[in-house]
T-cell receptor, first 111, second 110 residues
């Protein structure tokens, strides 16, 4: 079992709809959770981080964390074609500061 | 733009050669991490430096080594290059929360 798992996709969503991206992790001691966006040929860009159970909203993005079920999700409201990218989930262990990464979910927003 | 810079942007080397990649961290960030990203994969952690000391290392052989300087810039050195070392090498700096990436160095080993 991989430490951080994401569905590789592609996930296809119509423009204007809500895109829902999911990530599960295996280490119950994980404390910090991050979502990055990566356009093809570019480096990852930090979108959001979340530490506490529940929801955290920033503009069109909402991160959701459920530590009991060991999953974290990212919702993108009013999806735009410019949101088409690979979304990477990263988890930080509490024992050190290494980020553990999922392989990413490719999101395609169809006009 | 994150303020993290890397050089060079692209590099072609042959098997057995050595390479040095460079990274300048974002102002105020004292922690630098290096990652290797193969096509279609998530970044793989190589190592991290905090205030000039190695602060964690991933599953990479000793021929991958690094340095951090007093101004928090950093180098990644790879000796005895292998074909599988071809990848995007990413540097990220942080000050305790999320990591902010530079544009990466794309290395091709022939």
């Amino acid at each position: 079992q991989k430490e951080v798992e994401q569905n590789s996709g592609p996930l296809s969503v119509p423009e204007g709809a809500i895109a829902s991206l999911n990530c599960t992790y295996s280490d119950r001691g994980s404390q910090s959770f991050f979502w990055y966006r990566q356009y093809s040929g570019k480096s990852p860009e930090l979108i959001m981080f979340i530490y506490s159970n529940g929801d955290k909203e920033d503009g069109r993005f909402t991160a959701q964390l459920n530590k009991a079920s060991q999953y974290v999700s990212l919702l993108i409201r009013d999806s735009q074609p410019s949101d088409s990218a690979t979304y990477l989930c990263a988890v930080r262990r509490d024992s050190n500061y290494q980020l553990i990464w999922g392989a990413g979910t490719k999101l395609i927003i169809k006009p | 733009e994150t303020g993290v810079t890397q050089s060079p942007t692209h590099l072609i080397k042959t098997r057995g050669q050595q390479v040095t990649l460079r990274c300048s961290s974002q102002s105020g960030h004292n922690t630098v991490s290096w990652y290797q990203q193969a096509l279609g994969q998530g970044p793989q952690f190589i190592f991290q430096y905090y205030r000039e000391e190695e602060n964690g290392r991933g599953n990479f052989p000793p021929r991958f080594s690094g340095l951090q300087f007093p101004n928090y810039s950093s180098e990644l050195n790879v000796n005895a290059l292998e074909l599988d070392d071809s990848a995007l090498y990413l540097c990220a700096s942080s000050s305790g929360q999320g990591e902010y990436f530079g544009p990466g160095t794309r290395l091709l080993v022939l």
